[in-house]
């Protein structure tokens, strides 16, 4: 029990040495995951101002004040001592005001909604959140790929998430922040990545049998393999409409869905095409009375 | 609608019979084979009488409060299995279905939190402070003890059904917070989400109804003397958190019946069309969620309080200081319940203001370790069992208080929401927090109730055990979090998460072994109960009222009401020479005649529930009439209480004072040998 802080240092040691191997916050691919980590251990730090004594004296104490063979003098009445009472509240007090500080100065920073700077304009990404895979359409770009997520290094993401099933929360560790995808409603979330390779993205919100299966090939890479992913979708040749959308937003898995549209297991479900306006279709779809929320989705 | 629909509902055989998985169809005939053996014994031993009687239709708080506890600990004997089931899961499902099928896993999830919340942890620490806290603020029960057997008998109910739906049908998947819209009929049609509603709701009242009576109880039955600042800290501690359950279990209440609505009459609270929103769902679930997590924990430190005091055989450092910390986080505990949802997509100050409040909670609980350990300094320090658990609470929480602030981070929330970074934490302080305080304070107060200590090897083995099981089973979990390991996951596929979740396997078998060294530590004390009897009724050197009288106490708690003139009223008794003093004059005394509203109403509770889950509605209705019929036919019931006359009174105290003279007072290097008979010797240590 007294090997608990050492079990958590040699946790914190022994992963960024394991994290090599995966994909993670330990091993950050983007800036938003890289200020994370760096945050986490400047808590850590802090707070083990308050940990680290507990640690120390909680043996100290019960060795040396043991009923048998203790050294400690023996004071029943001694229950308060003022020259004590200031540091005992003002020591947790200082280090929540330190960390406090840093919330309300970097949580700015790290908000999912901050749009990051970054090597040229946002890329704009529409992620929809169906059970069980990720829809996610390039609007500018026309296209649309299923499960898979390909991302310009360096290029700042500017995702705008809804669903169109269960609640669920968008999540790439190795880049940065998770955020929730719900029906009839918008959020937002900002995300770069610095280096080129393939990471893992998912859901980490329960949502049914194949909850586990439901995750994301996220590709990391140069600008020029990205156009190539552009290039990729488009001669893939599918339409997303409303018909095949319909058959995206079946409650299956991915490799269903692959199946449906007639690929293998491991095949790129990618469209060349989508419908203008789809995406705020989907939202508004869920508001049949709300008049402006129809218009803006066929405006778009 | 034919007659078989309106008898049974959606109940049929192919629905109701648990044969989706072999392990769900065993686990159903274990609690069929166990239901039927304690049912073939009570027969045999011609216990049915003595326990309806005796125990079942009781009102004296202090049979409440051991049912509430054994109640508890069946409750965790499944859960314990649960868990340990989903870590073998875990274990072996890299890149591999493994051995349980995905629903199957889901529905453990859900029962394993359902069930450590709901019919674990807050029947534990019910049963606990019913037991103490009106011993300990020298009352003969509590204000309301029909109300006290009828919080019971919901909670019970509640608890059935869960066992109910392992027999019969299935549970809920949606998790122990049943978060909408995936628990809506559009997702989840079958009657899992049901089950989990009507078992939940059935506790959120009974434990409301508890939390009123406990803060009546405090507030207008304390011994005269006995001012606020004069009660034990647990009495604070359960002031606090009954506050807090009178507050935070009717937005929970709300937030289930909303979603009966939903399902049962075609209402749009959370659904996702409609006008629904999902997002009033997590926020009233939280409402209650937050402070909850605080109903669990305080009592907790309450008894913790207890210990450090009594076993360092001196009076708690900071008194007033750990009073006012306790207040502040139960008022504070319900200013930060949207640290739970940081991802919702609400703004980046209203994060800030959240997580800030969250973790100025923080400094009352720093406060509070230090007062402990400032408790322990200048003491005398005996290393029984209740302190034994005290210490590993206070090196353990230390951790899980850390990564309680880490988590308030919205920053690193962002990150480390919904893995299991977060399962690890809430096991951190729930496991050395809540569930070390409660097997502290059976160790601690089982004397009291039954007369005889526990075995103190058996107590220390079941110490190991938890601690080297948790640290073992959760500080990985930290680890799987930080890379990204989803909480609820029955499958994974990065190489990665293996020697991790290896080695909380491992811890989960230790626990496992914790869970029956509890039993055993029970058989083996209760076999050598005659080597360990301390009728005298003080076997610790107590300091408080309920050390005061013979173990177990009679029916009405204390001959005479004790006359209050400081904090450890009875240390000071003892060490003034004014303890065990012979009253001039005895009084007779009230005391509430059992009844049969309490398990009534449970079984009201269960039918309801069971009907509404299955669309039985003739069972339900019959449920509801039973149960106004039952408060209807106590209205007429004229007599409630029975007179215990002075006479009786005064053989009983004088008989116990007899055999007090002839024990010998032992010292404390006497404590676990047989010759401490519950006289403490009066020296203060
Ligand atoms: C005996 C030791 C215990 C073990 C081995 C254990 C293990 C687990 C596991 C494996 C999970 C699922 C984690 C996941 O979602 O991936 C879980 C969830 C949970 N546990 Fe425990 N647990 C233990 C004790 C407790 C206690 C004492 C409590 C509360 C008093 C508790 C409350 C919960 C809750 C609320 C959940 C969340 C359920 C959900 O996801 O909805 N557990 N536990
Ligand atoms: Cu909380």
Known sequence: ?300 | MTLNDWLFGRLTVQAALPFYSAIATAAASIVVVGALAVVVLLTKFRLWRPLWSEWLTSLDHKRIGIMYVVLALVMLSRAVVEAVMMRAQQAVSYDSPGYLPADHFAQLFTTHGTIMIFFMAMPFLTGIINYAMPLQIGARDVSFPLLNSVSLGLTAAGAALMMISLCIGRFSTGGWSGYPPFTELAFSPDVGPDYWIWAVTLSSIGSTLTGINFAVTIYKERAPGMHLFRMPLFCWTALCTSILMIFAMPPLTVATALLALDRYAGAHFFTNGGGGDVMNYINLFWLFGHPEVYILILPAFGVYSEVFSTFSAKALYGYRSLVYATMAIAVLSFTVWLHHFFTMGQGANVNAVFGIATMLIGIPTGVKIYDWLLTMFRGRIRFAVPLLFALGFILMFAIGGMTGIILANPGIDYQVHNTVFLVAHFHNVLIPGLLFGMLAAVQYWFPKAFGFRLNEKWGRTVFVLWTAGFLFAFMPLYALGLLGLPRRTVEYFQGAYRPWTLIAAFGALLLLLGLFAVGAWLFVSVRQRDDNRVPAGDPWNGRTLEWSMSAPPPEYNFAVRPRVTGRDQFMRDKLGGMAYLRPDEYEDIEIPLGSAVGPLLGIAGILCGFGLTWHIWWMAAGGLLLSIGTVIARSFVRETTRIVPAGEVRLQHEAWLGRLAMERPASRDQEIAPSNRGLALADGS
């Open chain 1, 1 to 300: 029990m007294a090997a608990a802080p050492f079990w958590f240092a040699l946790l914190l040691v022994v992963l960024s040495g394991c994290a090599q191997t995966g994909s993670s916050m330990l091993h950050p691919w983007g800036m938003v995951a890289a200020a994370q980590r760096d945050w986490l251990v400047i808590a850590v730090a802090l707070m083990m101002i308050v940990v680290l004594p507990v640690f120390v004296m909680v043996p100290l104490f019960a060795w040396r004040y043991r009923r048998r063979g203790g050294r400690g003098v023996y004071r029943p009445n001694w229950t308060y001592a003022r020259v004590l009472e200031y540091p005992i509240w003002g020591v947790p007090v200082l280090i929540v005001a330190a960390l406090a500080v840093m919330v309300a100065t970097r949580e700015t920073d790290l908000d999912p909604y901050r749009p990051l700077p970054g090597a040229g304009a946002p890329l704009e990404i529409d992620v929809v959140a169906l059970d069980w895979k990720f829809l996610f359409i390039y609007p500018k770009e026309h296209v649309a790929s299923v499960g898979l997520l390909a991302i310009p290094r360096g290029r700042p993401v500017s995702f705008h998430l809804t669903s169109d099933a269960t609640m669920q929360s968008f999540f790439i560790p190795a880049l940065g922040s998770q955020i929730y995808a719900m029906a009839g409603m918008e959020t937002q979330l900002h995300l770069r990545a610095d280096r080129d390779g393939v990471l893992d993205g998912e859901n980490t919100q329960y949502n049914g049998a194949d909850f586990q299966n439901e995750h994301v090939r996220v590709e990391v890479v140069p600008d020029a393999s990205f156009a190539r992913f552009l290039a990729e979708c488009r001669v893939a040749g599918r339409v997303l409409d409303p018909s095949s959308y319909r058959m995206l937003a079946v409650r299956d898995t991915l490799v269903k869905a692959k199946a449906a549209f007639g690929l293998p297991p491991d095949g790129r479900l990618l469209f060349g095409d989508v419908q203008p306006g789809l995406f705020a279709s989907i939202i508004a779809k869920y508001h049949p009375g709300d008049r402006t929320m129809r218009m803006a989705g066929q405006a778009e």
